[in-house]
């Protein structure tokens, strides 16, 4: 009877004491616990990006961002900031200075007004509760400004009287934005941001704004007979035509954009046009008589001017233009029949795209091909294999040089 009790006794003092050990293991284990975390408010904006596109140098898009707080706690006071380019602005903000409840919304519009053709970036960025995590948003800005292209062409008129005339690539809104008594424009060039011509009478080339305001001479004492531009690597080139019958002294000129560093870089008889395209310049090289060494038709050489070859021989040529993968001359055949030929840019597989009355100035654009005809008076468009050609121009007193862009 002893020793039962005695055993009994044992076991209640180890159930104890074990059950002592799991209630101090499982307070232990409740105080040992992180505290929970305190709710915070979750930030983001819709749309989550800020692609704009394309927009029209000059004019402006906006986008309106919807912020919304899809955490368990209201915002602090939200800063709005917007970062990059100053060609995005905040036109519209219901966010800043506001504390966002959960689920609520408030928006900030930015406009996207690009000044010049290139690609623009920025951020838009709220913030709240100094920027503790998940309290911060951003959304990434882009867009690029570009140009509407335009038909641009130059006029001889009569009396001096020449003008440089501007439309839509579809002939449309025909206007005269230079020109007048003095002037004659043979050449004409564009570019993203400028217009170009030249100015025989003055022996001139003309930089102005795409519309024709601000005309500047930036080059002066040549003779131009026709301009291309290489935007890419800002150069301007131009044919200076030489003297009596066969052109003797012409010359094919370098300068930087703004007609500063002018220099020659081929010197040769009857240059009339000059074309540029990716690595390559082109130009018109005439007959000379009095040196039957020297090749004529049609030219390839180096930007700087070395290295130069004809690539279409014995061809009478006025004007050039080119592509990326194509090369347009104007001229006449050995019937003496006025043509527009397309050509590999090695000057390869020749075929006639269009014929005319006395042809002279060429152009190109990305979907169609221009051309000028002196007797006629017109501006002809067709497509770039020379399909479906339709004057776009017509009543102009001797139409030269052409351009697009």
Known sequence: MLEKRKLKSRWIRTLSVTTLAM??????????????????????????????????VGQASSTEFTLTNSGRAASSSLTVTLAGSSAFTVIGDTCSAVSLPLGRTCTVTVEFAPTSA???????TATGDNGRPGVVTTVNLNGTGVVPEH????TLGIHSSGTVMMAGLDGTNPHQIAGGAGIQAEGVAVDGTHLYWDNSVGGTIVEANLDGTNPQAIVSGQTPVEIAIDGANGHLYWANSGTGMFGDGSSIMEANLDGTGAHSIANFTGGQGVAVSGTHLYWT????????????????????????HVIAPNLQVFQLAADSTHLYWTGHNNNFVATVTMANLDGSSPQTVGTGDMISGVAVSSYNLYWTD????????????????????????????????
Not at 39 to 52: E, K
């Open 23 to 56: 209630g101090t293991m499982l307070t232990g284990t409740a105080t040992a616990g992180a505290a929970p975390a305190p709710p915070t408010p979750v930030l983001a904006f819709s749309p989550s990006s800020g692609d704009f596109g394309q927009v029209t």
């Open 118 to 124: 290139v690609a623009y970036s920025g951020t838009l």
């Open 151 to 154: 038909l641009y062409w130059t």
């Open 285 to 308: 090289q005439g007959y000379d008589p009095d040196n039957f060494s020297q090749q004529y038709g049609v030219m390839e050489a180096n930007l700087d001017g070395t290295g130069a």
């Open 374 to 405: 002196i007797n006629a008076g017109t501006v002809t468009m067709a497509g770039l294999d020379g399909t479906n050609p339709v004057a776009v121009a017509s009543g102009q007193e001797v139409p030269m040089a052409v351009a697009a862009g």
